[in-house]
């Protein structure tokens, strides 16, 4: 018996073609879905990070003209207590001030130090460093407290806020009145972003400059040892080891190597670095040693891969004209994969940027960051912090201020991260050919 | 010394257990095409990477036996590889150009063996070298224009002007004509016709028409044997074993 065919139009779907189709769509769905999800989480942590970072990026001051006369300063000069008498002349100018803006407010000495701290000491540096401002009126922009500040944002407020030998509640009363003479300002925070650490009462002063340069000179290290390590490296493995049980142990724990936990190298940096071979605590030099055995496995995987991703053909090709090895790598091989190198380098970078943890164990704790390095030696040899670490020492203080400024350093710190990627992808469209 | 360019004596060759090539001997000679023939995986291209050991870049092939170039073993332990790919050209299946200029694609050879001793020799070479590849007059205009932006019968000819410009003996093709249209086939047969004048040229190939337009010698192989060798002419007319007799009627391969 035969069967004839029977006719089936093409535009009615069967129902395996409509159950193909279906979990096509079902597919798709998902996948938008997770991209949406991770949109979210995204917008989410932008908006976080840019709601408490941005604060620490305006500050609070009073602004006020102080004139003092030669005779004033000799005068003060020549006392025992010289801040107080400083202090006593900016009170004077602060009462003339006040008259001339025809406000009336009660306050007195006390009051002052509580909203401006010790101004009498801040005065005198200037006009010590200043000499040629003595018998001008010279603009005064005195920093607010750290309590001061924040009831500026919110932070504190009348109903919470209890007297203490800091801030009292009678003393909001002289800020309302000066901040709508428009004497008490916020105006944008250079401080933050040129300054050093301050101590743990000065969540104000604290700047993250210092701690830029700390990871500048890390980054450096790091920089000039694992690209052309871990590029030989690769280039040796890859093109001209020989395939036996030694270079696969070698290849398996590079692999392992770029998964151990980053705080194993810093110990391993704690006991190497620092106690064996002496070098100096708390140096970027010894936190960019630390960093550079962190990065150098990422650095040759990427490296190998974009090695292996040169058609052999090429290879073949240069060879059959009687380039020798070196040459073929050289010439060919390597500027083709040029751009995958770049790329693997400056992840392995960002990477190195953003550790944290070995950094602590070495001690490039946030707080050891007081002061700029004097020049190059001293950059890579003094105690200095990274950005990471002085985030992490800020973020674990007891001033709320400073947890504004751990928000404010993230933000930095992403900066330089957006940067280095562009960097990346400049690099990598410029290396790029395309033929 | 023997009158033959290239002879292989008892070459065996052996991919890790796998023996490739059987006992073969061949002797090729200058000025002359020879062509390799045989079906798929019969060893032919294996036994053409042999001449110019770019089988030495795979690590678990092994090859033993002589295989002289001008009475001199290829193989002899103080025989620099690099070298002797100099005198033993390749063009390979696939075209494979630099992604480089069609200049610099032609220029690299004669750069990395010092063969120029001035911008000018080296002028001279890449034209004479396109020339000879029939591809002078298509890109004297375009020197300095990417080689992979070429066509496909373009791109093979650039290769084979890559390989005549070191000034090689012997040029060794493998399958040169596979990847290609039946014009450009037509274009690449007729310059291995010219290249016979200067040096001796070995060729694989899938294609029988092919081998007996162009080849003087064929070699047919077959299972990693070498079945049979001799006069093109005879090979395609009066083939003495019933192997190949099968195989270029079509019945084996």
Known sequence: ?435 | MTDYKISAKDVQVYYGDNHAIKDVNVDIEDKTVTAFIGPSGCGKSTFLRCLNRMNDTIDICRVEGDILLDGEDIYDPSVDPVQLRAKVGMVFQKPNPFPKSIYDNVAYGPKIHGLARNKIELDEIVEKSLRKAALWTEAKDRLHAPGTGLSGGQQQRLCIARAIATAPEVLLMDEPCSALDPIATAQVEELIDELRQSFSVVIVTHSMQQAARVSQKTAFFHLGNLVEFDETDKIFTNPEDPRTESYISGRIG
């Open chain 1, 1 to 435: 018996m035969t069967d004839t065919p029977k006719f089936t139009s093409m535009k009615v779907q069967d129902p395996r073609t409509k159950k193909r189709n279906a979990a096509e769509k079902r597919f798709r769905a998902y996948g938008i879905a997770a991209i949406a999800i991770g949109g979210l989480f995204l917008a989410a942590l932008t908006f976080t990070i840019l709601k408490s970072g941005l604060p620490a990026f305006t500050q609070y001051v009073m602004k006020l003209e102080v004139t003092l006369s030669q005779e004033q300063f000799d005068d003060a000069e020549s006392q025992l207590l010289k801040t107080a008498v400083y202090r006593d002349i900016f009170i004077d100018n602060f009462s003339d001030q006040l008259e001339a803006n025809g406000i009336d407010v009660n306050y007195d000495a006390d009051a002052l130090e509580r909203l401006l701290g010790k101004v009498g000491g801040d005065i005198r540096a200037h006009y010590r460093e200043n000499l040629s401002d003595i018998g001008q009126p010279t603009v005064f922009q005195l920093q607010l407290s750290s309590r001061v500040e924040g009831y500026f944002r919110g932070r504190v407020t009348r109903d919470t806020l209890v007297d203490s030998r800091f801030l009292e509640k009678t003393d909001l009363d002289i800020v309302d009145v000066l901040r709508d003479a428009g004497l008490m300002t916020g105006r944008f925070n250079w401080a933050f972003l040129t300054g050093t650490d301050s101590g743990v009462d000065n969540p104000g002063g604290a700047g993250i400059g210092a701690s830029v340069i700390g990871s500048f000179f890390m980054m450096l290290v790091v920089l000039f040892l694992s690209l052309p390590i871990g590029v030989a490296a690769s280039i040796y493995l890859e093109e001209f080891a020989p395939k036996n049980r030694f270079t696969d142990l070698v290849e398996v724990n590079i692999s392992n190597l770029a998964a151990v936990p980053s705080i194993v190298f810093g110990i391993l940096g704690l006991s190497v670095f620092i106690q064996f071979m002496h070098l100096p605590q708390s140096a970027p030099l010894v936190g960019g040693l630390v960093l550079t055995l962190m990065t150098l496995p990422t650095i040759i995987i990427s490296t190998r891969a974009s090695l292996k991703s040169v058609p052999p053909s090429i290879r073949d090709a240069a060879l059959g004209i009687g380039a020798s090895k070196m040459q073929s790598v050289f010439h060919h091989v390597l500027p083709l994969s040029m751009p995958g190198i770049l790329t693997g380098t400056i992840i392995g970078l960002a990477q190195a940027l953003g550790e944290t943890a070995p950094l602590l164990l070495i001690g490039m704790v946030g707080f050891v960051a007081r002061e700029y390095p004097d020049g190059v030696v001293s950059g890579f040899m003094d105690p200095n912090s990274a950005m990471p670490a002085q985030i992490y020492t800020w973020a674990a203080r007891a001033d709320v201020g400073f947890y504004e400024k751990a928000w404010g350093g993230i933000i930095v710190l992403l900066v330089f991260l957006l940067l280095m990627n562009a960097i990346a992808i400049f690099l990598r469209k410029k290396f790029e050919r395309r033929w």
